[in-house]
């Protein structure tokens, strides 16, 4: 099994930010996929859900409407587009998949 996160970076306040996450050995367009972050000194949270079909999502309080799940069974892919980003989103990004698999982590920094 492998999920690869991608796209984060360091961005300014109100900046955007979309990350990708490519799953391998499981069967993907059954599983509920998910992303949690992890800031320093803190536990980690989830941000976000998406069920296998993508027709019902979930978010933190923190993050609704700012931030959007997406899927792509076609390829295996889930994506988290991260708009009007403020600095207390900075952490490190991880992909969940099944509940079980973790993907390695993607930084995403948000400072002026």
């Known amino acids: 099994v492998q999920l690869v996160e991608s796209g984060g970076g360091l961005v300014q306040p109100g900046g955007s930010l979309r990350l990708s996450c490519a799953a391998s050995g499981f069967t993907f367009s059954s599983s509920v996929m998910s992303w949690y972050r992890q800031a320093p000194g803190k536990e980690r949270e989830l941000v976000a859900a998406?069920?296998?079909?993508?027709?019902?999502?979930n978010y933190a309080d923190s993050v609704k409407g700012r931030f959007t799940i997406s899927r792509d069974n076609a390829k295996n892919t889930v994506y988290l587009q991260m708009n009007s980003l403020k600095p207390e989103d900075t952490a490190v990004y991880y992909c969940?998949?099944?509940?079980?698999?973790w993907g390695q982590g993607t930084q995403v920094t948000v400072s002026s």
């Open positions: 998406i069920t296998s079909t993508g027709r019902s999502t």
């Open positions: 969940n998949g099944r509940g079980t698999y």
